[in-house]
């Protein structure tokens, strides 16, 4: 991995196949989303049209006031009040067309778990958090999405059973408490097979720059998402990542810090292991050796399995 920033970003599910597979990552805008998302309800292999898409990135749209209504994260050991979240297990079945029902399928609630061998922080801690709104899990813009990104990494890796095991995480960092840290764990590696990163917005803040670095190399990049319903893809075999931390910026007459400095996204980890469906500590597959600029990452201190 040696990427330029300009070469991050792909328009179309071919080109985000091709940069995952030459250096880890991609950057996918709003509007090429919007375009893959919309295939999913294609029912012949047409590409969708135009008015496919603006419905679609119309419906993305609308789900963005749910980031208004997560619960607080009670699970931060530096004690911050600044993650909201709510959490979602589900399997996707690649072997029927993406806008099949049984396509994408809600699993129970579990608790959400990662060895500390990929976040220090956090793991060992069976994480239990509040349920992802009915609303956001029944919308057909938003399965379509996480269906269409999970056929687009089984292009780069294909899971070996034909089914993605998925945790999505709408969260928000705030800095209603002071400082938010959208990853107080420093760079890391889920310990999935892809992520992706879904920025839903930035409102009055400073900060926030996304970090990915070869997890067995020297190189990386740093860079801001800041596009609405734009998504950052990586091949977490490949690659470690992290966010800064954001403060707020000064408020306007009238306006208060905690109402709008936030920065709401939402992180889907794809694996091909299953978690646990009731509760118990799910099997993870054994980590690899951490290289060296993974641990000096970890000492110094972004959906399909765990997250942070």
């Not at 996480?146 to 059973?161: H, I, K, N, S």
Request: proline content about 10%; aromatic content about 6%.
């Amino acid at each position: 991995m040696n990427p330029h920033l300009d070469s991050l970003a792909c328009t179309d599910l071919d080109s985000c196949v091709q940069h995952l597979g030459r250096q880890g990552l991609a950057l996918l805008h709003h509007a090429g989303l919007a375009r893959l998302s919309a295939g999913a309800r294609a029912t012949t292999a047409a590409e969708p049209t135009a008015s496919d898409v603006a419905i679609t990135s119309a419906e993305l749209a609308a789900l963005t006031p749910l980031w208004d209504d997560l619960p607080p994260d009670a699970h931060l050991k530096d004690g911050g009040r600044y993650r909201q979240r709510r959490h979602a297990s589900l399997v996707q079945r690649l072997d029927l067309p993406a806008g099949a029902a049984d396509a994408l399928l809600l699993a129970p609630p579990r608790a959400h778990w990662q060895p500390t061998t990929y976040n220090a922080l956090h793991g060992g801690m069976l994480r239990w958090f509040a349920p992802v709104d009915e609303r956001m899990s029944n919308s057909p813009a938003w399965r379509a999405l996480v269906v269409q990104v999970g056929r687009l990494f089984a292009q780069v890796r294909p899971p070996t059973d034909g089914r993605w095991y998925i945790e999505a995480h709408p969260f928000r960092i705030t800095t209603a408490g002071g400082v938010g840290r959208p990853t107080p764990e420093g760079a890391h590696r889920d310990g999935v097979d892809f992520v992706a990163v879904v920025m839903v917005g930035r409102h009055h803040i400073v900060g926030g720059e996304t970090r990915v670095f070869d997890a067995a190399g020297p190189y990386g990049l740093r860079f801001t998402l800041a596009e609405p319903w734009s998504v950052l893809l990586l091949d977490d075999e490949r690659v470690i990542h992290e966010s800064t931390p954001i403060q707020p910026l000064e408020p306007a007459p009238g306006d208060t810090p905690a109402r709008l400095a936030r920065h709401p996204g939402a992180d889907l980890p794809v694996g091909r292991v299953p978690g646990s469906a009731d509760g118990v500590t799910p099997q993870r597959p054994k980590p690899r050796s951490a290289s060296p600029v993974t641990r000096q990452m970890r000492h110094s201190g972004m959906t399909r399995a765990p997250r942070p």
